[in-house]
């Protein structure tokens, strides 16, 4: 898929807004078919409608250390009054960091958080949210969350959670002692858990207004902790999928067999 995302896209986008405040239903953090780091039954218009038909107003496809763009994709979005935010799940110093906003330019270049940080310095419109920082599998912030807080604006509320076990607890706590956003999405692989795990921003729609509002915590996360029996299910599905990613990335291409 042409990927057509410009150097000042989140900036072109605030010349469209509609001047209302309004509590914006958003997702932030989605994955589907098109990212093929991973193996996802649904596509990125198949999730825009199930979004539609839940009232959804933000979006953003997150890929793994890719970024996904078209402008199929936006104006499918658009027909169905949903705004997409332009992002990616950028693996950087072999962390998941969750960034919008960005040129493709951008995303080649960055690969340290100081990278991050003269980008940010660079683009108001730059957006960086910690994804399951605290969480065991996958590479995970951990430590390096609070390292490098300054080059973050809000911390993922993870939709996977039930009441025994909770890493969301640390990402909450640290999220309010550095007084950032603590964000729920659903980083949905599997489109039966679209909308149960999202946010509302209070913000005008365009993303410039959505990204100072995220700034300013102007956001509510609405997530219930899921039952022992989901979790264990989950988990299993959880690390069946990775197996099936690492063997995927092992595989010999014709190229190198
Ligand atoms: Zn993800």
């Known amino acids: 898929m042409k990927n057509t995302i410009s150097e000042g896209i989140g900036m072109q986008k605030a010349s469209r807004s509609d001047k209302a405040l309004n509590d914006l239903k958003a997702d932030l953090h989605i994955h589907s078919k098109e990212d093929k780091a991973d193996s996802i039954k649904y596509t990125a218009k198949e999730l825009i409608d199930k979004a539609a038909r839940l009232n959804f107003d ?33 693996i950087i110093e072999n962390c998941e960091v969750l960034v919008y906003n960005i040129s493709k330019e951008d995303f080649r270049s960055l690969k340290t958080f100081d990278d991050l940080r003269r980008l940010r310095g660079k683009k108001r419109n730059v957006l960086v949210i910690a994804p399951h920082p605290y969480f ?24 996977f959670y039930c009441r025994l076990i909770d890493r969301n607890k640390k990402a909450e706590e640290v999220a309010e002692k550095h007084s950032k956003a603590f964000i729920a999405t659903s980083d949905c692989h599997y489109i039966e858990n679209f909308g149960k795990s999202y946010a509302t921003i209070h913000s005008q729609k365009d993303i410039l207004s959505i990204v100072d509002a995220i700034r300013g915590r102007k956001v509510k996360s609405f997530s219930r902790h899921i039952s022992f029996a989901s979790f264990f299910f989950n988990s299993i599905r959880i690390v069946l999928h990775m197996l099936t990613k690492l063997t995927k990335s092992t595989k010999p291409t014709k190229k190198n067999k």
């Open 58 to 90: 933000v979006l953003s496809f997150t890929f793994h250390d890719c970024l996904f763009w078209s402008n199929d994709i936006e104006r499918y979005a658009e027909s169905k009054g949903i705004l997409l935010m332009p992002g990616c799940e950028k």
């Open 136 to 159: 065991i599998l996958s590479k995970t912030l951990g430590k390096n969350l609070e390292r490098n807080i300054d080059v973050f604006d809000a911390v993922e509320k993870s939709w």
